[in-house]
């Protein structure tokens, strides 16, 4: 087990590296919210993949549902599952040496996932506060255009805060010797 300790954003990130084998894989496509592809021929079919991850050292069974992601896996692959303060983010293929991210929700793994709910609470606080303040037609209106800015401000800087730290991912990944 190899382990990197980072600062980020006042938070401490510690990165393991653990060895283990794909037990098994299972890649389906579920049907999505519109099932005919003349609607929307893109989000028809949603790509799932089951992954079982047997660890090495312990011999622990880890499943894990991937979904969105295709990814090169096949069944009794070596591979360095990659954890970020015990979330799994993605996995090093042994023989290429290769990494890939299993995920896109960087912030969940440092524990900056307070953004979203701090900025809807705040949100909704003033949206509410905005209704029973202003008393004439366009209240309601007020009130969903600030709620708008708060969604687009909040996936923006998540999106933001994802890749800032998916690229610090990648520094301190090259870091890392695989063999």
């Not at 989000?43 to 991937?66: G, M, R, Y």
């Not at 606080?125 to 909040?154: D, H, M, P």
């Not at 998916?166 to 010797?177: A, G, Q, V």
Request: hydrophobic share 45%; proline share 3%; glycine share 4%.
């Amino acid at each position: 087990m190899k382990i990197s300790r980072v600062q980020f954003l006042q938070k401490k990130l510690n990165i393991e590296l653990s060895p283990a084998t794909i037990v098994h894989i299972d890649k389906h496509s579920r049907p999505g919210i519109f099932t005919d592809d003349r609607f929307m021929p893109l989000a028809a079919n949603t790509l799932h993949t089951s992954i079982v991850f047997q660890l090495k050292e312990s011999n622990k069974v880890l499943p894990l549902n991937v979904r969105d992601i295709q990814l090169p896996l096949y069944n009794m692959q070596e591979v360095d599952i990659i954890t970020a303060n015990q979330f799994v983010i993605g996995y090093v293929d042994i023989e290429s040496e290769e990494y890939y991210y299993i995920t896109n929700d960087f912030c969940r793994a440092v524990g900056i996932g307070f953004i979203d709910n701090a900025s809807w609470l705040a949100g909704i606080v003033a949206a509410g506060c905005i209704l029973t303040i202003i008393k004439n037609e366009y209240a309601a209106l007020f009130a969903f255009i600030l709620l708008f800015i708060i969604w687009i401000s909040t996936v923006s800087l998540k999106t933001i805060l994802n890749k800032k730290i998916e690229s610090n991912m990648d520094e301190i990944l090259k870091t890392f010797s695989i063999l």
